[in-house]
Nanobody, 115 residues
Framework: QVQLVESGGDLVQPGGSLRLSCAASRTIFTIDVMGWYRQAPGKQREFVAA???????NHADSVKGRFTISRDNAKNTVYLQMNSLKPEDTAVYYC?????????WGQGTQVTVSS
């Protein structure tokens, strides 16, 4: 089992940057995949980015070139660096972990992009 705690959400102007953090309750080296999803009002939750225990990454087409997922094994933390933010990036961002096929979710952090 793993608990996930997100932080870093905020109100930011278009073109700005934010870095989200997801702290895990266990060493992330033992977690198969960790990722970020987001859910905007009235829309389904969608995939944003993921990183495997070996460091391989994958990003949704909508965020490629703007967002970067990374991790710090020593801090058991995964990050999402978000640059060139757009109003359509506004959503609640959720951290996700997969361990032996079981998914775990954080409580979410709100990102609002608005002038």
């Amino acid at each position: 089992q793993v608990q996930l705690v997100e932080s870093g959400g905020d109100l930011v102007q278009p073109g700005g940057s934010l870095r989200l953090s997801c702290a895990a309750s266990r060493t992330i080296f033992t977690i198969d995949v960790m990722g970020w999803y987001r859910q905007a009002p009235g829309k389904q939750r969608e995939f944003v980015a993921a990183i495997t225990s070996r460091g391989s990454t994958n990003h949704a087409d909508s965020v490629k070139g703007r967002f970067t997922i990374s991790r710090d094994n020593a801090k058991n933390t995964v990050y999402l660096q978000m640059n060139s933010l757009k109003p359509e990036d506004t959503a609640v961002y959720y951290c996700n972990a997969v361990v032996l096929g079981v998914q775990y979710w954080g409580q979410g952090t709100q990102v609002t992009v608005s002038s």
